[in-house]
């Protein structure tokens, strides 16, 4: 028996409000729905993890009590039925019927009179009653207040629109294989099948889609002429320089798409070692390489623990797509306002310094490192890279506006540069780039 679509993106949601799960679990749930209802079951798990804050707020002001930790579920369904009533079309009829009956499949019959009588009142109300909540800038934003504090102190002049484009839905962004066709000739192609799209402004290889799509769908993919990757993510193989010869370090890989990309770029290079923590994750490395027909060495290591994967010979590039709180891709991943917390920072940073301090040895005099996050919390940014420059006096840093002709991407910080997420254009990224000048007292 197949699962119900607003059943299935609860359950995915129950999980991540009880800190179980991501929704990057929801796939599992929808092999069980069927395949006509399979968008809608996403789009409202995702829509509801993105909206959550202001819900979860509405939800407050309406029920005489909150939900016990036993009923997640029901806190999950709850928040499905007041997203499809204030953020979708479907009829409120059929948004409240559908979801109130999902609480027999729950198990909890007894909770159909409350979700009825909440979503009822929200039906009838729900423009006074968010109205009332407007002073509140967690409701307004639609973020968490950690968050929305964070982003208001760091971003003073940006931070209402960060939380914004944070809250819409995220373009689709291509990347052309150039060792099978220029970016010129797939948007020929693309314009001939009827496609819209354009250029990215800032990646050479980068497509933006007028409307998301099927990748599958597109020509070439199977062939491996196009991938999905952000116009953001891109930038890092033009930052890094990759030249023939040359031996390439890609720590934490996955899912491939920077590995994929600098293969692309320099097809010369003498090798390309790309590590992530587990070896699960570079199934999809692998995954990716195989349906482009590239080659890396890939390992499954703590990039830290060189001792355990490195043989010595030292790298004339090294890419640490560094682990974050990935702040700068909430619209990819809107649960992300659920499951981070304030105290992750602190304990990002220190992991983001370990990485920096282990690496840094394997890399050759003359060498380059890039740093890399998909945060825009200057804590692991900027701070980052501050703190290693001035316990590593080999290390220099390199102007990144300079690897751009015209126009330039994101907003120089005292170290490195910060790309906040745009509307319909790339997410928020940070890069920095080192160059080392002598070896230090380990390498």
Known sequence: ?????????TRALAAVLAGKASLAALPAQLEQVEP???ALAQELAFGAARWQPRLALLAEKLLRKPFKAADRDLEALLLIGLYQLLHTRIPAHAAIGETVACAEQLKKPWAKGLLNAVLRRVQREGAALLAGLKGDPVARTAHPRWLQQALKANWPEHWEAICAANNEHPPLTLRVNRRLASRDIYLAELAAAGIPASACRFSRDGILLGEPRDVRSLPGFAEGRISVQDEAAQLAAYLLEPMPG???LDACCAPGGKTCHLLESEPRL?????????????????ENLDRLGLAARLIAADAR????????????????????????VIRRHPDIKLTRQASDIPALAALQGELLDALWPTLEVGGILLYATCSILPAENSDTIAAFLARTPGARELDIAASFIGAKPGLAQRHGRQLLPQPQGHDGFYYAKLIKIAAGPRG
């Open 305 to 328: 623990a060189t001792g355990s994967w490195w043989d010595g010979r030292r790298f004339q590039r090294i890419l640490l797509d560094a682990p974050c709180s990935a702040t700068g």
């Open 36 to 38: 006509r209802d399979r």
């Open 246 to 248: 040359q031996r390439v």
């Open 270 to 286: 003498a090798e390309l070692v790309a590590i992530d923590l587990e070896e699960r994750r570079l199934e999809r490395v692998r």
């Open 1 to 9: 028996m197949s699962l119900n679509p607003r059943l299935a993106a």
